[in-house]
């Protein structure tokens, strides 16, 4: 008994609560199943087989988020100089591994570029954490989000002059754009809780968050709307 209750337990800790429900529906499905159409088992056995499904299944998730987390720490890894905040944002990791082979190009611009993202995720990080001032902090990161576009822009004079090069340049300008003013717009709406709590003072100030956000049309439809 102890040995099937050390079991069921770590299949719990395993889990998240959608998967809880999910598993849990599942093992119900089978009992019903198993009882309704009168088959020569009892329920432990439909248990038995609920669980065995359970096990595999959540295995299965468990063990492609495993080969992800790998898979990102391994394109992390690759990334110099080494950012200390792009695992906030796995698609930030993707995209930079994706254009390493730009920094042969321009190595300083590249290095701006990464120092740039990491000093804005840094920022939202404290935010999160919380600060005073939002607004200034706020003002900083937009500082270092139009620094990390400019840098990639850079390259546009170093790169070969290919077409395949300057497609590459432009989508990544746009992903780059996208994933950084969706940080910023949690950074406005983290602000603008605090604001409900605290009131606006001398110490707050009024947020702006002025340009289009990280789901604006303009984004999938222009490639250039990048600023």
Not at 125 to 153: P, Q, T, W
Request: hydrophobic share 40%; net charge negative.
């Amino acid at each position: 008994m102890d040995t099937d209750k050390d079991f069921i337990d770590i299949l719990v800790e395993e889990m998240e609560y959608s998967e809880i429900i999910l598993y849990s529906l599942i093992m119900v499905c089978i009992i019903w199943f198993f009882t309704k159409v009168k088959i020569n088992f009892s329920q432990v056995s439909a248990i038995i087989a609920g669980a065995l499904i359970v096990y595999h299944f959540s295995r299965r998730k468990h063990n492609d988020l495993l080969k992800d987390r790998i898979d990102l720490e391994y394109k992390l890894g690759h990334i110099r100089p080494l950012p200390m905040y792009f695992h906030k944002d796995p698609e930030i990791i993707e995209l930079i591994y994706s254009i390493l082979h730009f920094k042969t190009y321009n190595e300083p611009s590249f290095i701006t570029m990464i120092n740039s993202i990491d000093n804005f995720l840094k920022i939202k990080d404290d935010i999160e954490e919380g600060v005073l001032h939002v607004k200034e902090n706020m003002d900083v990161a937009k500082d270092f989000l139009r620094k990390s576009l400019e840098s990639l822009h850079s390259f546009v004079y170093n790169i070969p002059v290919v077409k395949l090069y300057d497609d590459i340049l432009q989508v990544s300008l746009k992903r780059l754009h996208l994933l950084l003013r969706r940080h910023l717009d949690e950074i406005y709406n983290i602000g603008l809780k605090q604001y409900n709590s605290n009131k606006i003072n001398v110490d707050t100030q009024f947020l702006y968050n002025e340009g289009p956000n990280g789901n604006d049309s303009r984004f999938k439809n222009n490639r250039h709307s990048y600023y």
